[in-house]
């Protein structure tokens, strides 16, 4: 008998965005040379790139990259990637302090995007530069052919304006780390010209502010209200960045796990806090115009950059210059996803589409190689982490409307978030296919959960005439819970032990159930 109860009501939250499947590439590690592209590999194509991976990444149904950083943005020079490859310069970057060749760029990624079905996300550089370069920049990619550098894109083979709608204005301005951070004030005036600028040359694009680097900048929330207030008539979106990771996972502390389980209660205070700012903004501004979120970096890390880099610095500082050569995509944060982190980063994805009136866009961070999902072995085979999984579910099956389920669900103690409950879930309805979905994750480490799901709710009213379902429908499970009141139920074992997400199938609705 089911401990679980997870009810779904008639009132969608808003429409599946198909952004929210996106994910993000950036000049850093093996994510790009070596990840994207290997123009020696057996599978690459005339581009370059590696076709095993393109296939991974539509398996994965990534929809929307954003590209090239991060923090390698805030020192990138967006034309060095252009024009003939033997001519392209070769630069420091002093963001991963390595050699950045320049081998691939805007144009190539471009390419790259094409062959993968995906849209293409920008990011422009407000570290070392600002408002010219940004035009500039956005003449080449979307200008129509007849001004100098709309006709440079055509002459290096694009002869098409690219069309990219969605650009990030600089990244990360907050952190210390990044290449000319600055202060709330500054960058709020500085993002607040430069989206200015880009909408009196396009006004339909979709621009995104940076928002604090994380939850735990001391300057989270004053950052959000100062740059929103300043920048609301120019921005569309407000960028949030989340990591989490097991802090036990050396030691096994089953706290800490338990902790990491229930991440997303993180995630879900984050997105309330900047949702706050912004209406908080619009208020100010006398506004009608919500300012949606671009959630564009998630997931699990935990590789320990930020230390490696500091041993350096202290390496260095013995002589004073940093003299070495540079390295070439170095192998950098290749971390390797176990179970758990599967089943946390599912709780994230539906914790993103439980909040999708807001979140109108993520990108999981990153995509092959660095902290990712697909990774690759050099002139070798390509392959999926555990964090694969569940993004797939998502990203192939959440079509239609969001439906945030009411969960009766024993709670579980979290050192962090208090009493959690046990069990999250959300559900979406296609009514033009009469498709559902339910995702379900157990966060539970000590224990399986039974769960009973009541979709009548759903059926009478967005799946429409209870009449037409229970005739015989495509979808067998959600006739029976119209007509008869009967609940589908599923079994959730443990989280930990026995893996991810995986789909199942209970009467005929599909289920994504935590074994
Ligand atoms: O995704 C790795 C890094 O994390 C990005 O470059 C930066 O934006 C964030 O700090």
């Not at 694009?205 to 929330?221: D, I, K, Y």
């Not at 984050?270 to 006398?286: C, E, H, L, M, R």
């Amino acid at each position: 008998t089911a401990d679980v109860t997870v009810t779904v009501g008639p009132t969608p939250l808003a429409d599946v965005p198909p952004r929210l499947f996106g994910s993000f590439v950036e000049h850093l590690g093996r994510c790009v040379y070596g990840g994207l592209y290997e123009p020696g590999h057996p599978t690459a194509d005339s581009n370059g790139f590696r076709r095993d991976v393109i296939e991974l990444v539509k398996e994965l149904g990534v929809t929307c990259v954003r590209y090239p950083g991060g923090n390698f943005v805030s020192g990138y020079r967006w034309e060095d990637g252009t024009g003939p490859r033997e001519d392209r310069p070769v630069r420091r970057d002093l963001a991963w302090h390595c050699t950045e060749t320049n081998q691939v760029g805007i144009d190539d990624f471009y390419r790259w995007s094409q062959a993968a079905g995906t849209e293409v996300m920008l990011a422009v550089n407000m570290g070392t530069r600002g408002l010219q370069e940004a035009l500039d920049e956005l003449e080449y990619v979307n200008g129509a052919p007849g001004t100098t550098l709309a006709d440079r894109r055509v002459a290096n083979g694009i002869p098409k304006p690219m069309g990219v709608r969605m650009w990030c204005i600089g990244n990360e301005m907050d952190g210390p780390w990044q290449i000319g951070h600055t202060s709330a004030d500054e960058y709020a005036a500085a993002v607040d010209r430069v989206a200015h600028a880009m909408k009196l040359a396009e006004p339909g694009l979709e621009l995104v502010a940076c928002g604090s680097s994380s939850a735990q900048m001391p300057t989270f929330g004053e950052w959000e209200r100062k740059v929103l207030t300043k920048a609301y008539a120019n921005i569309d979106f407000v960028s949030c960045h989340a990591y989490y990771r097991d802090h036990g996972h050396v030691t096994r502390d089953a706290a800490a796990m338990q902790d990491f389980l229930a991440s997303a209660q993180d995630m879900t205070r984050f997105i309330a806090t900047v949702a706050a700012q912004a209406d908080a903004a619009k208020a100010a501004n006398g506004g009608e115009r919500d300012i949606k979120i671009s959630f564009d970096e998630w997931g699990v890390w935990y590789a320990d950059v930020w230390n490696a880099q500091e041993d350096r610095r202290m390496a260095d500082s013995a002589s004073g210059l940093h003299t070495d050569p540079w390295p070439v995509a170095p192998p950098l944060l290749e971390d390797v996803y176990t179970v758990a982190d599967a089943v946390v980063e599912g709780s994230l994805m539906i914790t993103l589409l439980k909040h999708c009136d807001r979140v109108r866009s993520a990108s999981r961070a990153q995509l092959v190689n660095v902290i990712a999902p697909i990774m690759t072995v050099p002139g070798g085979p390509a392959w999926r982490q555990t964090t694969f999984y569940p993004f797939a579910e998502a990203a192939g099956r959440a079509r239609g409307d969001v439906f945030v389920p009411r969960i009766d669900s024993p709670l579980v103690h979290t050192a962090t978030y208090g009493e959690v409950p046990a069990v999250d879930a959300v559900v979406t309805w296609d009514a033009a296919t009469r498709r559902g979905l339910l995702l379900a994750v157990n966060r539970d480490l000590a224990r399986a959960h039974d769960v009973a799901v009541a979709l009548a709710g759903l059926t009478a009213g967005a799946a429409g005439d209870g009449s037409a379902a229970t005739g015989g429908g495509a979808d067998a499970g959600v006739s029976a819970a119209a007509g008869d009141g009967a609940d589908a139920s599923a079994s959730a074992d443990r989280t930990v032990a026995g893996g991810g997400m995986a789909a199942g199938s209970a009467a005929g609705a599909h289920l994504a159930v935590v074994r």
